[in-house]
């Protein structure tokens, strides 16, 4: 576990973190006018390794080898020349600090942090971090990675779960969720839909699947996976030649027999390690999926088998209601999606380059 400092004066600015992948939704903006939650878990932390925030520079301004270099290997709006490395955390894990009133730049619900770190020491002075509230975008508090310094705490070293114990511990993402928008009377506006989290591990996950298809159909499982999927790679990739397979693989789901040439896997949530196939699919390509997700969909809950209050006897489910269906089709997060296929060599490819210059006309198709 560690603890963050201010690098002015050493206060320190959070309590003890232990450090977990960054969600594939970090960045992810979701809607018009939504109130999305906290984006970490409370006492945990999460590393960017990419440069954030200002200065931006357009994509015409950079050289196709600089951003080459910077594993960015077709075009993206802008490119920021900020420091990597910005730690994210849960805002009610900060300690000392205080709001910096000039630095308050949102879009119209909250704080945005365009304006830079809106955030200082309450020791110092020294802006730190930046405070992100606004709608549409995930609550977080962001350290800047120049003005803080890291931590460990003494004795408090844990070893990260295995593979076994993530199961037994069975903590997936359900693929619904209530959406909140911003109204007059807190509560008065929300509704059930797809949940943003996998909106975004989609957006990524689609990315990998097309590069993986070689040009070629690809088919995956019936059910919740071929839902969220298989309309996408349909509308996206050419069909008449054979398909390539996907199927899913990971902990506790072993693949029988061969011919699968994609395999769905998870990404270990506090590594970022990406579980590695094994025995007749060990060649197959892997693809992405944060753990959470790639549960549920390995190992589907229709109806979650927990007691509205106290306990129930083993056996008994609760009675009420599952949660409703949204009404309109799975659409992957596109900015998740230009964000990953921008970012795999395979884009180089003319017709990979082509569904991303035509990302627009696609999200207007509502494939995105």
Not at 85 to 98: C, E, L, N, Q, Y
Not at 158 to 172: D, F, V
Not at 294 to 323: K, Y
Request: with cysteine; charged share 15%; proline share 13%.
């Amino acid at each position: 576990m560690f603890f963050f400092v201010c690098a002015g004066c050493g206060a320190e600015l959070t309590i003890p973190l232990s450090q977990v992948t960054l969600p594939a939704h970090a960045r992810q903006k979701y809607g018009n006018g939504i109130q999305l939650p906290v984006l970490m878990e409370p006492g945990t932390f999460a590393v960017d390794p990419e440069p954030w925030g200002p200065p931006w520079r357009r994509w015409e301004e950079i050289h196709p080898d600089e951003a080459a270099a910077r594993g960015i290997y077709a075009p993206v709006y802008a490119l920021s020349d900020g420091a990597p490395g910005a730690i994210v955390i849960a805002p009610g894990d900060a300690r000392g600090t205080v709001l910096i009133p000039e630095k308050g730049g949102g879009y119209c619900c909250g704080l945005d942090g365009a304006d830079g770190p809106n955030m200082a020491c309450a020791a110092c002075g020294l802006p730190v971090a930046s405070r992100i509230d606004d709608c549409s975008l995930w609550q977080a508090v962001w350290l800047a990675p120049d003005a803080v310094r890291r931590r460990p705490v003494n004795g408090a070293d844990a070893a990260p779960l295995s593979w076994a114990e993530l199961m037994a511990e069975g903590k997936s993402t359900p693929p619904f969720a209530p959406i909140s928008g911003w109204a007059a009377q807190p509560g008065s506006r929300y509704w059930w839909s797809w949940s943003p989290q996998w909106e975004a591990a989609a957006g990524r996950a689609l990315a990998h699947l097309l590069a993986a298809s070689e040009g070629r159909p690809v088919t995956v499982p019936d059910g919740l996976t071929g839902e969220v999927f298989q309309r996408a790679l349909d509308a996206l990739l050419p069909a008449g030649a054979p398909a390539r397979r996907a199927v899913i693989a990971g902990p506790g789901r072993p693949v029988s027999g061969a011919g699968a040439d994609i395999v769905l896997v998870p990404v270990h949530p506090q590594t970022g390690e990406v579980w590695a196939p094994a025995g007749p699919v060990a060649s197959a390509h892997p693809v992405p999926l944060p753990f959470g997700v790639w549960l549920w969909l390995a190992f589907p809950e229709p109806h979650l088998p927990l007691p509205a209050s106290g306990s129930m006897p083993d056996g008994v489910l609760r009675d009420d209601p599952p949660a409703p269906h949204p009404h309109h089709l799975f659409r992957a997060d596109s900015g998740a999606f230009h964000h990953a296929l921008a970012r795999l060599p395979a884009v180089r490819s003319p017709w990979l380059r082509e569904i991303l210059e035509n990302l627009t006309q696609h999200m207007r198709a509502r494939l995105f």
